[in-house]
Each structure stands twice: as C-alpha cells, then as structure tokens.
C-alpha cells in the first residue's frame, strides 16, 4: 500500500477512516476494547490521510472520533485545523461547545452554541442541550 501515489493513497485513508467511524458512530460496535480498537484505526487513518491531504471536513470528523475518545485538548487541535481549512462556524460551535464542557469551562457553552445559528441547532437533541445552556446562561 506505500506505492499509491499521495491523493489516492489520501483519498483511500480518508474512506477507511470514515468507514470505521461510521462503525461506531452507527452503533455497530460500541463500547469496550473493541469499539476503543475501532476508534483508534479511524484516527490512525484519518491522521495519516490529513497529513498527505489537508482537509478541514477530515479534520472535523478526528475531532469528533477524539471527542467520543473524551480527549478534548487534542479535539481542540483538530477544530483548529478545520477552521484553518475553512470549515463553517456552523459545524463547528457545537463541537467547541462539547470540548468547552470537557474542560469544565461552563460560562463558554451557551455563546459557542449560539454562535452554530439554527441550521445545527435544527436537530432534536442538539435544539434541547442549547436551550439548556441558554436558559443556564440567562438564569
């Protein structure tokens, strides 16, 4: 596998590393050594397709997999790419936010939520934690 050139060989990492966060993302392998394994593949993958391609929506997606890791100093580094590489703000607010709760920084989640508009904000779930915070940010 050394001999592809760089852009396949990128875009081939790249797929591997989505194929294996899907994995666990889907719930088809969760929790344990072997949902730990799967992560660590998709990272090892996706890092090494980064490192031959840059490109911020594989950046956003090693914050991510870092992220259910619970590493959140190392999913800032990747959010920080992404945005260099011209990921919306949209995307991005409320990946900051979750890495803003990890780090106990709570007065930060409510403007890092408002800042992801509505589009984001659009799913369930995501629309329930933002008002909480809100509400928290205005109590």
């Known amino acids: 596998?050394?001999?592809l050139p760089i852009l396949p060989r990128a875009a081939a990492l790249r797929s591997l590393a989505e194929q294996h966060w899907e994995l666990v993302h889907g719930g088809f392998v969760s929790g344990g050594?072997?949902?730990?394994?799967?992560?660590?593949?998709?990272?090892?993958?996706?890092h090494?397709?980064?490192?031959?391609?840059?490109?911020?929506?594989l950046a956003l997606l090693l914050a991510r997999i870092r992220l259910r890791q619970g590493h959140a100093q190392a999913a800032l580094r990747y959010l920080r790419a992404a945005q260099a590489l011209g990921v919306a703000n949209a995307a991005?607010?409320?990946?900051?936010?979750?890495?803003?709760f990890l780090l106990r920084r709570f007065d930060a989640i409510a403007p890092l939520l408002s800042e992801a508009g509505e589009a984001p904000l659009a799913r369930p779930r995501l629309a329930a934690v933002a008002a909480f915070w809100h509400d928290r940010a205005e109590a």
């Open 33 to 46: 050594e072997l949902e730990t394994a799967t992560l660590e593949s998709a990272l090892r993958f996706g």
């Open 1 to 3: 596998h050394d001999a």
């Open 48 to 57: 090494e397709s980064l490192l031959l391609s840059s490109d911020g929506s």
């Open 92 to 100: 991005l607010a409320p990946l900051y936010a979750e890495v803003a």
